[in-house]
């Protein structure tokens, strides 16, 4: 049984920054939950889309603004799963902090666009 914990432990171990995924997760699920939260205060569609062309192109239902957390939730089990499999210690810490970085963007994204358009 002592065995198997140790090989768990190291397994763990080739994962850097274990807590920057850990974060990064939780951050993408957060800004999942508090679209459900406040979609009450949000209008019926907002605009998501700002590469397409101006008008009706750009707008998407409240529940699109859960698409970047979940790209977010994707991309950073994608990265883990490189950054597992790779034996280059700096591409493991690259993949790992953009995953993080990638989170931040997607947040800050769905928050300012609730700011923007929602009645706070």
């Known amino acids: 049984m002592s065995r198997k914990k140790t090989r768990i432990k190291v397994q763990i171990k080739r994962i850097p920054y274990l ?42 239902s409240v529940n699109g603004l859960v698409i970047p957390g979940a790209i977010s939730i994707v991309i950073t089990a994608i990265n883990t799963s490189l950054a597992y499999t790779s034996e280059n210690d700096y591409i493991k810490k690259t993949l790992i902090i953009s995953s993080f970085v990638l989170s931040i963007f997607a947040v800050v994204t769905v928050f300012r666009i609730m700011l923007l358009v929602g009645s706070f």
């Open 19 to 60: 807590k920057l995924i850990i974060t990064s997760v939780s951050i993408s699920f957060l800004s999942i939950i508090s679209v459900y939260v406040f979609k009450n205060k949000l209008p019926p569609e907002v605009p998501l889309y700002y590469g397409l062309s101006e008008g009706v192109e750009q707008l998407s």
